[in-house]
Nanobody, 124 residues
């Protein structure tokens, strides 16, 4: 079993930055590829980014490419999401999730474990 807890969300002005963290317990996070999803009110949960087991490979949704950066520190059992140049359309609850390798990285069903989410609100 793996438990994931997100933190670092909050209120930020457009153009600002936030750094989200996802702390894992139960098993080492190095056993899983990790991803971030987000869900705005009334919208479907959408893929944001993912990172491979050792952190060597990353992939981003077009909407965040060039602004967001995913990273991981397996020694600390933690995954991060650095968000820069935030826009109002980035407002959502952000969820971290763990998946096995060789699955479609953008599908929710590929991920075995999910955190409870952390709210990010971007204002103008």
């Amino acid at each position: 079993q793996v438990q994931l807890v997100e933190s670092g969300g909050g209120l930020v002005q457009a153009g600002g930055s936030l750094r989200l963290s996802c702390a894992a317990s139960g098993r080492t996070v190095s056993s899983y590829a990790m991803g971030w999803f987000r869900q705005a009110p009334g919208k479907e949960r959408e893929f944001v980014t993912t990172i491979s087991l050792s952190g060597g490979t990353t992939y981003y949704a077009d909407s965040v490419k060039g602004r967001f950066t995913i990273s991981r520190d397996n020694a600390k059992n933690t995954v991060y999401l650095q968000m820069n140049s935030l826009k109002p359309e980035d407002t959502a609850v952000y969820y971290c999730a763990a998946r096995k390798q060789y699955l479609v990285v953008t599908k929710r069903s590929s991920y075995e474990y999910w955190g409870q989410g952390t709210q990010v609100t971007v204002s103008s």
